[in-house]
């Protein structure tokens, strides 16, 4: 056996952890080598001085004391409760989670009514796109034409039509536009 | 009749508050005595006692695949010990530093505080040996402590530390090694 590979299997020949056919050669390795087997008691040594190193015994009250923060500490930070619920963090954040809900049901309502308040001006913009294209001939020019019409002649169904089309514009936006009942009761004719 | 530390983990796990209290009062010393191995002094040791109990209890909800409680609470203390010594890696060096005094004045103390003389030498070597360990990285200082002191396996190193055994193979080697060169003269001397 040479000295690189005696030097390799060492610390586990130190440890008792080779084979016994190994743990032979290093064995008789170390009978005829000095270097190596300085360095075997060497480690040896070493191992011997590390589990020799003592710690004191702290003061016997120590155990106690110790004991007893520790149980407070955990006791403060997450007590034992019958109904499984290891923290209370739990609970907080069952709050936190209510709360978080709760804003958000809020926030859809919110959006809920924008959207059909924004909706009843689109509808508009929507059934009246054509006259909008031309504003001036529905607010001044189809009434104008309807009351001559009116003064004159029978208003054809039609002419009528657009006659009560360019009236919504006037009326109130929005939800009041949609629902004239709520214009009704507002007192907003 | 004493009952087993699997029954008192199972009884804890249950939510049993006097099982933990049981837990703490049968593992609180070995905790104890492994940390001030690590750390050196009362006053980190008692750091990792208290904090490795208190984080043990806040995870009591995932200890029920837990078999090795102790080798489980090992792993606890050793990975609060590797943080503090990472924390208190500057602050030991001050103190090594500044401790470090010549031959001539550890004689002249040891005259002075009249210490049986096998006694002082014996607290010599022990300040040697810190001071060689406080030298090594903390993965490599435990992993020695773990095996040469404490007595545990590779394989259980391994587990405690969560890395290969060759790792743990590789640190103890080089721990060694180091604290060999460290303390060349003192293993040298035949006594």
């Known amino acids: ?189 | 009749m004493t009952e087993t530390t699997p029954e008192l983990l199972k009884r804890f796990i249950e939510g049993d508050a006097s099982a933990f209290a049981d837990l703490v009062e049968r593992f609180q010393k070995r905790v104890y005595y492994l940390a001030f191995q690590m750390l050196g002094n009362h006053l980190d040791a008692d750091e990792v006692v208290q904090e490795s109990f208190v984080r043990i209890y806040k995870r009591r909800k995932d200890l029920a695949g837990v078999t090795n409680f102790p080798s489980f609470l090992t792993r606890v203390a050793t990975n609060y010990s590797i943080d503090l010594l990472r924390k208190r890696k500057g602050h030991s060096q001050m103190l090594d530093d500044s401790d470090s005094l010549p031959g001539e004045v550890q004689v002249e103390l040891s005259r002075k505080v009249r210490t049986p003389d096998v006694q002082f030498r014996n607290k010599v070597l022990m300040e040697e040996i810190r001071r060689a360990l406080a030298t090594l990285p903390p993965r490599q200082k435990i992993t020695a402590l773990l095996h040469d002191v404490e007595g545990y396996t590779k394989s259980e190193i391994a587990d405690i530390l969560g890395c290969p055994e060759a790792t743990v193979r590789s640190n103890l080697h080089i721990a060694r090694k180091k604290l060999k060169k460290i303390l060349e003269k003192r293993l040298a001397d035949k006594e």
């Open chain 1, 1 to 189: 056996m040479t000295c690189p590979y005696t030097r390799s299997l060492l610390e586990d020949y130190v440890d008792k952890e080779l084979s016994s056919a190994e743990a032979d050669a290093v064995a008789m390795h170390l009978t005829t080598c000095d270097a190596c087997r300085a360095d075997y008691e060497a480690t040896v040594k070493l191992k011997g001085l590390l589990s020799r190193r003592a710690v004191p015994d702290p003061h016997p009250e120590y155990w106690k004391e110790v004991s007893s923060l520790i149980l407070a500490r955990t006791v403060e930070s997450a007590p034992f409760e019958a109904t499984d619920r290891p923290f209370d963090r739990v609970r907080s954040s069952e709050r936190a989670s209510f709360v978080k809900s709760l804003i958000s049901v809020a926030a859809s309502l919110g959006i809920f009514i924008a959207a059909i308040s924004f909706g009843s001006f689109g509808d508009k913009a929507v059934s009246t796109t054509s006259t909008l294209m031309e504003p001036q001939v529905l607010s001044t020019s189809a009434l104008v034409a309807s009351a001559h019409a009116d003064a004159n002649t029978e208003t054809p169904l039609a002419n009528r039509e657009r006659v009560s089309e360019a009236m919504l514009l006037l009326g109130p936006p929005g939800l009041l536009g949609r629902f004239p009942e709520m214009a009704t009761a507002l007192g907003i004719e």
